[in-house]
């Protein structure tokens, strides 16, 4: 079937509960096969900060929420060492099913297409907008790619706010699944503090 993209799945009335339900059904790219199950956004409607992850890991998957897995509880903890208040933030994920490939009993995570990327883009625009909030914070290349275009590297535009509209910001920063992963755990998390740190303190 190949990437028709989700725009024909959005549901006439917009809201986040409208949204959360129609998504439900998408089918937008062939990721939906595989997966257990779509993993809507949540949180405040009207948060203040917006996170944008990659796309769903093994336990969200199986639980249908994001952010609940190892990558989840490191955000938490930095969110609240950087005075986020976790209840006050919209988490979210650039692509909404897991893709993965199978090895024995594992399912081991697999980066998204460019072309998966841009079928799931409908459902994270709607957010965007319905959401609106003050300070998007981007987690990782697919997010920084969908929102922040093709060109735009992490590595070298980390922690910098980049205006999205009056009064309204993009940090862009690793991923948290990329500290678990990190040869220094301490020094990659230190860093990723600095950045939510920065996008704290955005007036």
Not at 125 to 146: H, I, K, Q, S
Request: aromatic share 6%.
């Amino acid at each position: 079937m190949g990437n028709i993209g989700a725009q024909r799945f959005l549901p006439e009335e917009i809201s986040l509960p409208a949204l959360r339900e129609a998504a439900r059904h998408c089918e937008g790219c062939d990721l939906h096969r595989a997966a257990t199950q779509t993993v809507f956004g949540e949180g405040v409607p009207d948060a203040r900060f917006m996170l944008v992850g990659e796309q769903p890991g093994d336990q969200e998957d199986r639980e249908g929420a994001p952010f609940v897995g190892p990558a989840g509880r490191m955000l938490d903890k930095a969110l609240e060492e950087a005075g986020i208040e976790r209840e006050a933030v919209y988490v979210t994920n650039a692509v909404k099913h897991f893709k993965y490939e199978p090895r024995g009993k594992r399912r081991i995570h697999q980066k998204p297409t460019v072309g998966e990327i841009d079928a799931c883009r409908p459902w994270l625009d709607a957010e965007m907008r319905l959401v609106d909030p003050e300070v998007t914070v981007v987690l990782g290349a697919t997010a920084a790619r969908a929102l922040l275009g093709p060109d735009f590297r992490v590595t070298r535009h980390r922690g910098q706010p980049v205006p999205r509209r009056e009064g309204a910001y993009y940090v862009a920063t690793i991923h948290p699944s990329a500290i678990l992963r990190a040869p220094d755990r301490d020094e990659a998390y230190s860093g990723f503090l600095a950045d939510l740190t920065v996008a704290a303190g955005l007036p």
